[in-house]
């Protein structure tokens, strides 16, 4: 999915892509950081993924390029890891 725009809403860091808004607390540890980091990805085609039970399409826990080999579907931690969700 490319990246259009990183911005902050109702405590979230907001990533704004062709395939819908992802959002991510500010709570979290490493919020600034990540959101410098999203910002450099601006244009490009991504990933996140999501830990936990959180909705790989609502929530991302991390943001990274996507490698042009990859699927650029948003994944979580127990579909990458083979685990099943309840």
């Known amino acids: 999915m490319k990246l ?3 911005y ?10 062709d395939r819908g808004l992802r959002r991510r607390t500010l709570d979290w540890h490493g919020g600034d950081w990540l ?10 085609d991504i990933i996140t993924t999501t830990l936990g039970g959180w909705d790989p399409e609502v929530w ?6 996507a490698p042009s080999s990859r699927s650029n579907e948003p994944v979580s931690t127990e579909q990458r890891s083979g685990r099943r969700t309840a």
């Open 35 to 44: 959101k410098q980091k999203a910002r450099g990805l601006i244009g490009k």
């Open 8 to 17: 902050l809403a109702d405590g979230c860091l907001v990533l704004k892509t």
């Open 4 to 6: 259009l725009d990183v």
């Open 60 to 65: 991302f826990a991390t943001v990274d390029e």
